[in-house]
């Protein structure tokens, strides 16, 4: 689990996050909504440490991450995966090389072993004998699959994606959801999802934390957010009209 307490964070005079307090649970997908400028993607960038807080606390299962030292943090940003908006993938590698990029850099296996453990993130991707491929050769599809091999390649305990679903039509997008959703499952990780997808927060929202001008403005899932009667919430979730038609 990934908990923040009363956290605040300012650049100069703009207070962005005001006193942010919640919780992303182990097991289960924990997704960020909000308007644009709501503080949302700030709130990420301050989980993983690449914004400094102001004041608060920031725990990891326990660990007091936002007090570590420099050295301290890298021990526990080993355990985090990230996938990236678009993707992220290094053009000049091949498949196999991008997911065993973490691999090489952080861990002792032999190379026989990154091999296997290369095969295996990428058989659980559902991309077979995709490995010598390069990225120009992909799918706007198979490259979030890669690069979801690449962010669960350490066994990571938490997980973070940046709008996993951009740039994607919308059969394709469900089926990364559902991929998530069954990793996060299947391995127990924190996964922590930053979007603007309504759909993926009607499909895969198991807790869903909506920000509203810094502040946590709702809490629930997504059996409860067509239903809620915040008006905040609703102004943003049935901006659309297919998000309107679901509520009547």
């Not at 993707?87 to 850099?105: H, I």
Request: aromatic residues 8%; proline residues 2%.
């Amino acid at each position: 689990m990934i908990e923040a307490v009363n956290i605040n964070k300012y650049f100069g005079d703009n207070h962005v996050l005001k006193d942010v307090s919640v919780k992303f649970y182990q097991g289960k997908t924990n997704l960020v909504i909000g308007q644009s400028g709501s503080g949302k993607t700030v709130l990420i960038k301050c989980l993983v440490g690449l914004h400094e807080i102001n004041s608060g606390q920031i725990y990891y299962d326990n660990r007091l991450f936002s007090k570590l030292t420099f050295g301290q943090k890298k021990a526990i940003r080993q355990e985090i995966g990230m996938l990236f908006q678009g993707g992220a993938l290094f053009d000049y590698m091949n498949v196999e090389q991008n997911v065993g990029f973490p691999l090489k850099m952080f861990s002792d296996l032999s190379i026989a072993k990154q091999k296997d453990r290369v095969d295996f993130c990428l058989h659980r991707v559902n991309l077979r004998n995709a490995n010598k491929l390069m990225p120009s050769e992909l799918s706007g599809g198979m490259i979030k699959r890669v690069a979801i091999a690449r962010a669960i390649a350490l066994n990571p305990r938490y997980l973070f994606c940046d709008e996993p679903n951009s740039g994607l039509d919308p059969q394709t997008a469900n089926l990364i959801d559902n991929l998530i959703s069954e990793i996060t499952e299947e391995f127990n990780i924190t996964t922590v999802i930053n979007t603007h997808d309504m759909n993926s927060v009607v499909e895969i929202g198991e807790n869903i934390i909506f920000i509203h001008d810094g502040k946590i403005w709702w809490e629930g899932d997504n059996n409860e957010i067509l239903n809620s009667g915040n008006k905040e919430l609703n102004d943003f979730v049935f901006a659309s009209k297919l998000t309107r038609k679901l509520k009547t």
